[in-house]
């Protein structure tokens, strides 16, 4: 077996492949467009190309594709093979230049909201080379953005990387103020922790809600879920360990920090967790994680579950984002430092984002937003729908004693001149994790705990980079305006503490009495995606997005078409799933159930007086009403379905299917829950939770 250190970026065109492969000048011209974002010249592109094909060729690669993100939130590819034919009737392996920089797949299929029409089918992909080509399952995969016939992004990498490059200008204008001239990037790193069922494939198939819609529509609790703990960290089953082993190995290969592997909180809910890399790349990354992890748990007969909850009762899963800021000389700049130079400079970046946070709460909420994320927030794995922030006990008394122009009373008393005496220090780890709050601070780093666990990471990021990047230009703007530096830096961190302290929140999110106090600050709760969504097209969002350049007005636009037409879609998937299951296959279940009761009961009306057949009686009873209330249901939401086809107004539609539609579904579901609880199990017709949570062993 190989060590490794030998697989690991086995199958990647990393930085030692180019090395050892490129000339010395191409490696040096490709180095600086991923390091600056320098536009690459066409005859280097040409070198880069035919090395890239070599190595992919001895790999046993035979096609290339264009590797891209559209905005399904899942990645695509269109594989072209190296083959080129020759007069003679041979052929050769080819892959030029131009190849490598631009493709032209059909992007009729793909979702636009809007950005084209129809028949306008024509599509870019062009590569990205700050994100490293890799090899998977015979194909070499190239990092590409994806756009139409028109210049517009088609994709969700596109945005990222300009929102990338705004925090980045934004945040050197920063540092250049406070002296540093060192640093000539600053990039968002991102470590994205992964949380997964794993069933088994057998019991997996014989789910028509979770083969269509990747969560249970119907099925009641089992006697034991997670009330023991037993599950959380406990030792790995065999055929889980096999299924990480095989999938680190997998990973490795592609050059993906696999770093952290347990059990988490629910029976056959698991996590894996990266090491931290810059945005671009873990978002690629993550992106390869989910549908890697498909692929292997297949291969071990098992399936992988990435929906946000795929089993009611029972804790769901989420997509940790950790998120800070770094430079390119190694400086994570949330982190509190030793100095007073440093403290202060840290200080103020904190502050950018506490002020980005609490005046954008309304995008970050968005970029968590799904019907199947609706399902999980709020409960009590999860954080609630309204943003607040942790900072921690100590961090924030020190916030206080800066809005206040005193001492901080901490662990040792010191004048709070902001750049000018010294700061309190304190550990990276200075308090304990939060794990209520959607945005919680952790050391050096920031926690968003409210992505879903099968969504993309681009867009939540990509909103952190945007508003941080904003609130960074408006600081830059009165410091370098400013005569006096330190008198202007002292004024506006406390004027930003006195003004946006109210989204700090260190307590227990999952309280009724949060919610109200939430409302008493005047901050958001948008508890579903269609309450969130209007918020995206808001004349402030469009121009803040505007301003950087991450979107036009109708890129933005679009964007919110697509996820009120994803939501429509989704739930509507949904109820028709839920009403097949239902008619197809409880009813016929049922009335074959009630059909045994009633001969059993006749029977016993020849066989036994009235007081010894009464157990049978009431439960025939109990099913019967059921059985007709399901019935009544059933039709219920079959022709609350039949009416969203009256609904043309995107917005209205997703509000009818929130109001009407999954308060239709949930009433079904808690009558069949309620004969799944009485009936046999060899008369239910599909597995039952226990079947499904403790499959694997």
């Given amino acids: 077996m190989s060590s490794i250190s030998e697989i690991f970026g086995s199958m990647v065109f990393n930085d030692r492949v180019m090395r050892e492969r490129l000339p010395k000048e191409t490696y040096k011209a490709l180095r600086k467009t991923m390091a600056e974002g320098k536009t690459l010249k066409p005859e280097v592109a040409g070198v880069v190309a035919n090395a890239m094909k070599d190595w992919a060729i001895e790999k046993g690669a035979t096609h290339y594709t264009h590797w891209f993100q559209p905005m399904t939130g899942i990645t695509a590819e269109k594989h072209d093979s190296f083959i080129s034919p020759t007069a003679d009737g041979n052929v050769i392996m080819e892959f030029s230049g131009k190849e490598l920089e631009k493709g032209e797949p059909d992007a009729s299929s793909f979702p636009s909201g809007g950005l084209r029409a129809t028949f ?8 990205d080379p700050t994100s490293y080509a890799f090899i998977k399952e015979g194909t070499l995969c190239i990092p590409t953005v994806f756009c139409s016939y028109g210049g517009e992004a088609l994709d969700k990498k596109t945005p990222l990387l300009r929102s990338m490059e705004a925090v980045n200008y934004q945040a050197l204008r920063i540092l250049k103020l406070f002296g540093n001239t060192q640093v000539r990037h600053v990039t968002t790193t991102v470590g994205a922790e992964q949380e997964y069922f794993l069933v088994d494939r057998d019991v997996f198939l014989k789910r028509k809600d979770l083969l269509y819609t990747g969560r249970t529509l119907f099925g009641t609790k089992p006697p034991k879920t997670q009330e023991l703990d037993d599950h959380y960290f406990g030792s790995l089953k065999t055929r ?51 549908d890697v992890m498909k692929k292997v748990a297949e291969r071990c007969n098992m399936a992988c579950l990435l929906h946000e909850k795929p089993f009611e009762s029972v804790s769901g899963s989420g997509k940790h984002n950790n998120w800070s ?6 400086i994570n700049l949330l982190e509190p430092g030793s100095s007073p130079h440093e403290n202060a400079q840290f200080l103020l970046f904190l502050c950018a984002v506490i ?26 794995e999860a954080p609630p729908a309204v943003i607040s922030m942790f900072l921690g006990t100590e961090l924030t008394e020190i916030l206080e004693a800066i809005e206040k122009g005193s001492a901080y009373q901490g662990k040792e008393k010191v004048d709070m001149e902001i750049g000018v005496h010294t700061l309190p220090k304190f550990p990276r780890d200075n308090t304990d994790r ?32 945007t508003i941080t990047a904003d609130v960074l230009m408006e600081f830059a703007d009165k410091l370098e305006a400013a005569e006096d530096f330190n008198a202007e830096l002292n004024l506006l961190i406390r004027d930003t503490i006195k003004n946006h302290k109210r989204i700090i929140f260190n307590g227990n999110g999952y309280t009724d ?39 036009t007005k109708a890129e933005l636009h679009s964007r919110y078409e697509i996820l009120l037409e994803t939501y429509c879609k989704v739930v509507h998937i949904e109820a028709n799933t839920m009403l097949e299951m239902a008619k197809k296959d409880i009813m016929p279940a049922v009335m074959k159930y009630i059909k045994f009761i009633s001969e059993t009961v006749a029977s016993l009306k020849i066989a036994l007086p009235e007081a010894d057949r009464s157990a049978e009686e009431e439960i025939l009873t109990k099913m019967t009403n059921s059985a ?34 999954i308060k239709d579904m949930a009433e079904l579901r808690q009558i069949a829950d309620g004969m799944e609880e009485i009936m046999p199990s060899e008369y239910y017709p599909y597995p039952n939770y226990g079947d499904m949570l403790f499959s694997v062993i």
């Fill in 120 to 127: 306008e089918a024509r599509g870019y992909t062009a590569w």
């Fill in 240 to 290: 889980v360990k096999q299924y990480m082993k095989e999938l680190n190995e997998e990973l490795w290969k592609l050059g993906i920090m696999s770093k952290t592997e347990h059990n988490e909180a629910a029976p056959a809910q698991h996590e894996l967790a990266p090491i931290y890399c810059n945005t671009n790349l873990a978002t690629d990354h993550n992106q390869l994680i989910m």
């Fill in 325 to 330: 800021l770094s430079t390119d000389t190694g």
């Fill in 355 to 380: 002020k980005a946070v609490d005046e954008h709460q309304d995008l970050l909420r968005i970029s968590a937003s799904s019907a199947g994320n609706d399902n999980r927030l709020g409960a009590s």
């Fill in 434 to 465: 939060n794990r209520t709050s959607p945005f919680a601070f952790t050391g050096n780093k920031f926690e968003f705990r409210m992505p879903g666990s099968n969504m993309s990471i681009s867009c939540p990021n990509m909103i952190l980079n």
């Fill in 513 to 551: 009495e949060w919610l109200d106090e939430a409302q008493k600050r005047g901050l958001l709760n948008l508890p579903t995606t269609p309450d969130a969504l209007p918020h995206f097209i808001k004349e402030k969002n469009v121009e803040l997005f505007a301003k950087h350049h991450i979107f």
């Fill in 628 to 661: 007709g209330a399901f019935y009544k249901m059933t039709g219920k939401l079959e022709s609350d379905i039949s009416a969203i086809k009256e609904k043309n107004v995107p917005l209205q539609k997703a509000c009818y299917l929130r109001d009407v539609i």
